[in-house]
């Protein structure tokens, strides 16, 4: 049996409703949707995770709205950040943010969920939102690099759990970093930009390299260029595919074994996107 976890940033929450999203999840019903970039305040997210549930229910992933688990946390200040997680499988624990940091700004960027699967192993699924930083601010790079900071000590904490035959973890979201050349379309031109700063990178070297964890997708599609799942809404870059893949699920080893195939949904055209980003979405037979 296998399960399928979907991570994709939703640019806005009320605007990928507008646009489309619950019709997306009716087709596609993940088992573990994680979102980024949610963007709206608690009463319009209640709202329109009560509607995407009727898109489970559409789906026939659930019998009723209510047998869809939800958890999110919205950001502190306004408009900004926002992460949650849904799934119709048994949620066993939540928890909230990254230890050490208490700013506003760090707020709706971190949760973690533990499911029990239909074979009845319990993992911890992390939805993330990582800053974005911005080169011309450094008050900005600075709460990236905090916060990228505070993610080391946690993910080596997962790491410890896994490898001492605890919960499998896998985390899910946009961390806005390109690895590697072959996760942009333009590395040369974007070496002095945020996102791929070779500081930025080598966050991404840790944790592959010194806590073990696997860039799932990578894995499976072995080096190649892309493919991306970000796409600037800036001149021709989606109809010309001139993309960053800055969504990933990166999973502790016994987790990573189990992936099956992945797929990107790319939207057919720029006018039918519900969001700058594509839905990456990883089958696991756990």
């Not at 709202?47 to 209510?66: C, K, N, T």
């Not at 450094?138 to 990236?144: D, F, I, L, N, R």
Request: glycine share 8%; aromatic share 8%.
């Amino acid at each position: 049996m296998t399960i399928t976890i979907t991570t994709s940033n939703v640019n806005g929450l009320r605007a990928a409703d507008r646009k489309g999203v619950g019709s997306w999840a009716a087709t596609h019903a993940p088992d573990l949707w994680c979102m980024q970039e949610v963007r709206a305040p608690q009463p319009d997210v209640d709202r329109i995770v009560a509607e995407l549930s009727g898109s489970y229910v559409a789906a026939g992933r659930i019998s009723e709205p209510h047998e869809l688990s939800s958890m999110n946390e919205v950001c502190r200040i306004k408009g900004r950040a926002g992460v949650g997680i849904l799934t119709p499988m048994p949620v066993v624990a939540r928890r909230y943010g990254l230890p050490g940091l208490s700013e506003g700004v760090d707020s709706g960027r971190w949760i973690e969920m533990d499911v029990r699967t239909p074979q009845g192993y319990v993992i911890t699924v992390v939805s993330v939102y990582v800053h974005a930083g911005n080169v011309d601010d450094p008050e900005k790079m600075a709460q990236k690099y905090r916060f990228l900071d505070a993610m080391l000590v946690r993910m080596g904490q997962l790491r410890d759990e896994a490898a001492s035959g605890g919960r499998q973890s896998v985390l899910c979201g946009d961390f806005n970093i390109a690895h590697t050349p072959l996760d942009i379309k333009n590395a040369k031109a974007n070496e002095t930009h945020s996102g791929f700063l070779p500081q930025e990178r080598r966050y991404v070297d840790r944790w592959i390299g010194d806590l073990d964890f696997v860039d799932v997708m990578r894995d499976l599609a072995g080096d190649i260029q892309g493919p991306y799942t970000w796409w600037s809404q800036r001149g021709r870059a989606f109809d010309n595919n001139v993309g960053w893949r800055i969504d990933y699920q990166f999973a502790t080893p016994e987790l990573a074994q189990t992936a099956r195939g992945f797929t990107i949904d790319k939207a057919p055209s720029y006018d039918s996107r519900w969001s700058d980003h594509a839905p990456l979405s990883v089958t696991y037979e756990i």
